[in-house]
């Protein structure tokens, strides 16, 4: 397993520092370092409201008053100050409200006009036990209030989205939610509105607050002004138990905390991780939880019998999963890219030791076997980037990569970096939405043509990239023949780093565990004999089957023609796969399926044996991010009804006869540690030519953050602020279609509405997952030519 050299802690220079005294404490801070700031420092917490660490300082709300008397240097003011916006000067005096009546007379002040007309509704309010406005009432105000008059009220609650409630009335105004919003996110729908005792967050009435990161808002609004329609009224801070955690929907790698009551999770929030996410998440990592809560949850082993599935005992359907798989006559391995980086490594060793293939492969989507080298030579076991270098990059190249749709957490660290300069250009067919917020710079590119436009950034080099800009390619690019050879060599020619963005939280992990047809674990070539046996060394083995294995597609197509019988498959939907009809014969042709999976799908009502998988709650493991930064989180609930896939397949292992030598999932990464990293030779990287693009109208599409993807069900909040499904065309084409455009592929036709956009030429973007099920089903391969007709007015 990789890590992350977080870099040394270099103590700045003495000379640099700013002395000041607060208290009567003297403290040393850089300058600019604002007095709020260096009072935490000696230990003194001043009270405030507007003030984030990671927004820029307003005053709004007053709160943060302070003395900073004249100490016979010119550095003194006559009245109180808000310290949150203050920056340190040589000399300063500041006595805080612990040691002065001033400061501690203004605060109280401030307090008292603070709850003129705050409701007193903290035993009903979403966040009372957990309200800075209630804990500093406390603390700061006075003890009894002086108003008697009538509190003002509104209508309540406001829907500024499907998802993000307002209570108008409990608001302080502090912009902390307008701030993010317009900073942080760039979704700048809601705004402070009227003036003096009638301003409120408001929102534009024909343009919703619509935003992959609104749940920030509620997190750090200081009272109960904005709530969830998913957590309002369900529990109390003071009920719930919190564990902090890892998000699953992305390989971002972001900390969340968990908090549940009675074995069921409440809500999610965000974790404080400065290095990782810092203190924001997305939406999707918030509110979609409940995918483990529907009614089709898997919750006890079954076996076929009679053409039909049973309940089974956790023995029965081991002894029967084996019988199966050794009488199927060679099998297929396809953990899925949703496992934990243990899980993995079992699906790893399962397939080597106890099926004796190197046909695993987790990639259960459009690939290439470009990509397969790409992976075990230039990505496994190497962590060039950091969401760090983000900020630091002079440029940042996406090359098949959205980040506001795929990452969110990279989304908002480009831009925040851009706001320090930073340079983003992005190959793609349109400038995004995510782009635009991102000020960044679109080089126009038709689907295939990437490699072409790669190659182009280094014989002109007119943009500027060199050996501190950083290129991030998205898994996209794998569908394009040449496309990685031209990220590849950009990089090599120009000195820049490059960084594989994945869009699933266990993707990295299975490249370092060495779930891929030609990898074996800590980026050992299978084709390398020196790898082969330090590995089957390590496992006590005789040996380990020498032929590269089968990709996903090949793989399938053996199963359809009968040269692979068995299939052992975890958590894989069809529809995400390269050609999923052909996915799904395969399914139906196999001699014998074992299917892994948390709820009940079409794999598992196909499957002989099915056993139930426990949720990321439910499991101790690791993610490791795009980075290769390990990502480790424990169980927070203990549930007999599933096991992890590691147990699974130990479990079958044994049964076979050729045990994996591990049950839990200490013992697996206590395997992986000892096993350690390959010094060899890494894995050949074979160059690809870029072949020539599709004739006439060239599809492109993603996956947007929000779509019909199964871990948002339970959900219909989240799923409501999903953005709308469209097809995306050049406008020379919208004139001639009319409002909405029919799109017709070698796989069926789909009518969506037209939206226009800067689109390269002859090219129609929709979106991979936001209706019926989906493209890659329903319609075509990314780039494949399409026929576009107007369709029904």
């Not at 029967?320 to 099998?331: F, K, Q, S």
């Amino acid at each position: 397993m990789t890590t992350i050299d977080k870099g040394s802690d270099t103590a700045p220079d003495r000379t640099d520092l700013v002395t000041v005294t607060i208290d009567g404490i003297q403290v040393s801070v850089p300058p600019n370092t604002l007095v709020i700031r260096a009072a935490e420092q000696v230990g003194v917490q001043i009270p405030r409201f507007c003030d984030h660490p990671l927004l820029e300082p307003v005053g709004a709300c007053r709160q943060c008053l302070v003395e900073v008397p004249d100490a016979g240097n010119g550095r003194g003011f006559p009245k109180p100050q808000a310290s949150c916006t203050l920056p340190v000067a040589e000399g300063m005096v500041v006595n805080t409200q612990a040691t002065s009546e001033v400061a501690d007379k203004a605060q109280q002040g401030i307090m008292e006009f603070l709850l003129i007309n705050h409701p007193l509704d903290c035993p009903v309010c979403d966040k009372g036990g957990e309200c800075p406005l209630q804990n500093q009432a406390m603390t700061n105000g006075r003890g009894e209030s002086r108003f008697e008059g009538v509190k003002r009220t509104y209508p309540k609650p406001i829907n500024i989205s499907a998802q993000v409630l307002l209570d108008r009335e409990r608001c302080v105004l502090c912009a902390r939610c307008t701030r993010f919003s317009e900073e942080i996110a760039g979704d700048p729908f809601i705004a402070l509105v009227e003036r003096g005792a009638l301003q409120q967050v408001g929102i534009y009435e024909k343009e919703p607050f619509e935003s992959y990161f609104s749940g920030n808002t509620i997190q750090i609004c200081p009272v109960g002004a904005l709530t969830s329609a998913d957590y309002r009224f369900r529990s109390r801070p003071f009920d719930l138990v919190s564990s902090p955690s890892v998000a699953e929907h992305d390989a971002c790698g972001s900390a969340i905390r968990v908090d549940h009551r009675r074995g069921k999770v409440m809500r999610r929030l965000a974790g404080n991780d400065p290095e990782v996410n810092e203190e924001w998440i997305t939406d999707k990592d918030r509110f979609a939880f409940r995918y483990t809560q529907v009614g089709d949850r898997i919750t006890h082993p079954m076996v076929r019998e009679g053409g039909e599935l049973r309940p089974a005992s956790w023995v029965e359907a081991f002894t029967v999963a084996a019988r199966g798989l050794r009488e199927a006559g060679g099998t297929a391995v396809l953990p899925g890219g949703r496992v934990t980086a243990e899980d993995a490594y079992a699906y790893s060793k399962f397939a080597r030791v106890a099926l004796q293939t190197n046909d695993v492969d987790f990639r259960a989507r459009p690939l290439s076997a470009e990509e397969a080298d790409f992976l075990a030579s230039e990505v496994v076991l190497r962590s060039p980037v950091s969401y760090a270098d983000l900020e630091t990059a002079s440029c940042v190249v996406l090359a098949g990569l959205e980040p506001e749709d795929e990452a969110g957490a990279i989304f908002l660290r480009l831009r925040k970096a851009v706001r320090r300069g930073l340079r983003v250009l992005s190959v793609a067919p349109y400038a995004s939405r995510g782009l635009q917020k991102m000020h960044g710079e679109l080089l126009a590119t038709r689907p295939g043509d990437e490699p072409a436009v790669l190659a182009s950034l280094v014989e002109h080099g007119e943009h500027g990239i060199d050996g501190t800009a950083v290129i991030l390619v998205g898994e996209r690019l794998a569908t394009v023949p040449g496309a990685l050879t031209a990220a590849r060599d950009l990089a090599n020619r120009t000195g820049a780093r490059l960084a594989w963005v994945p869009r699933r939280a266990g993707d990295r992990g299975a490249v370092e565990t060495g779930c891929l047809p030609n990898l074996l674990p800590g980026g050992r070539p299978v084709a390398d004999a020196s790898a082969r046996i330090d590995v089957a060394t390590a496992w006590g083995v005789d040996g380990l089957p020498e032929a590269v294995g089968r990709d996903v597609d090949a793989m399938v197509a053996a199963l359809t023609t009968g040269e692979l019988g068995g299939l052992v498959i975890g958590g894989v939907d069809p529809d995400d796969c390269a050609d999923p009809a052909a996915t799904r014969a395969a399914v139906e042709a196999a001699r014998f399926v074992v299917a892994l999976d948390l709820r009940e799908t079409e794999v598992t009502r196909a499957a002989d044996v099915v056993f139930p998988v426990a949720p990321v709650t439910d499991r101790a493991g690791t993610f490791v991010n795009w980075e290769g930064r390990p990502r480790p989180f424990d169980e927070i609930f203990r549930e007999a009804a599933s096991l992890p896939d590691l147990r699974v397949l130990a479990g079958i292992a044994e049964e076979l006869g050729r045990p994996l030598g591990f049950r839990t999932v200490q013992e697996v990464r206590a395997e992986m540690e000892q096993l350690g990293p390959w010094d060899g030779d890494r894995a050949p990287f074979t160059d690809v030519e870029p072949a020539e693009g599709a004739e006439g109208v060239r599809l492109s599409t993603w996956k947007q953050m929000l779509d019909n993807g199964s871990l948002q069900d339970g959900e219909q909040h989240l799923r409501a602020t999903a953005r709308a499904a469209v097809a995306r065309v050049p406008l020379a084409m919208a004139e001639e279609l009319g409002s909405t455009v029919t799109i017709t592929g070698e796989r069926g036709s789909v009518t969506l509405p037209v939206e226009v956009a800067d689109l390269a030429p002859d090219t129609i973007w929709v979106p991979a997952n936001s209706f019926g099920r989906g493209v890659l089903a329903e319609l075509a391969p990314p780039g494949a030519a399409v026929t576009v007709t107007g369709g029904p007015q």
